[in-house]
């Protein structure tokens, strides 16, 4: 890999390491994350507390663009089929495509961590993912499900009945972010100090 940067920065009375590119270097360990994130779906967990939304912020700040939608977006439309057609025998319906666009937004709000890593771009992304996964997700729930009635006031109680869930899924990100963020940027920041030493 090489480094095009390695200069430690300060940018909002924040000391960070600015990001190496990681273009054309190696991807595998950022795919293995994202893939191994999908299968925890299957371990049995809390609503909406997961490793995915860390995994996607994840993948958004370090994969390419384009890998970091349609990479992981296969893997979870897989595992819906999979949990919902073949393990619980029902079928998926059209609110899944809601469900994708939520996760796509997810993997969208990585992308605030493109250029720096900070502690206040990194809680930004860790709020506003999971965010965007509440609202698309919510507003496919009230259209596809029929659960709510078809109104404003319906829209209304399908939002405030998942703000339990919202909230799990805001105490995830921070919380498996902060486990894939912290050590990568930390051996990142200690390589980058390491070249410079040597150069």
Known sequence: MQLKTIATQAQDGIKVISLTDLRGGNYTMVYLIVLLAVLARFVPHIPNFSPVYGALLFGGAYMRKRDSIWFPLVLLGA??????????HMSIGWGELFQIAAFAAMAMMG???RPRVTLRRFSLACVAGPTAFYLISNLGVWLGWHTYPPTGAGLVQCYVAGLPFYGYSLSSAFLFAGVLFGPYEFYRGRDVHTTCAQA
């Open 111 to 113: 992308w605030l961590l």
């Open 79 to 88: 595992s819906d089929f999979v949990a919902t057609n073949v393990i619980y």
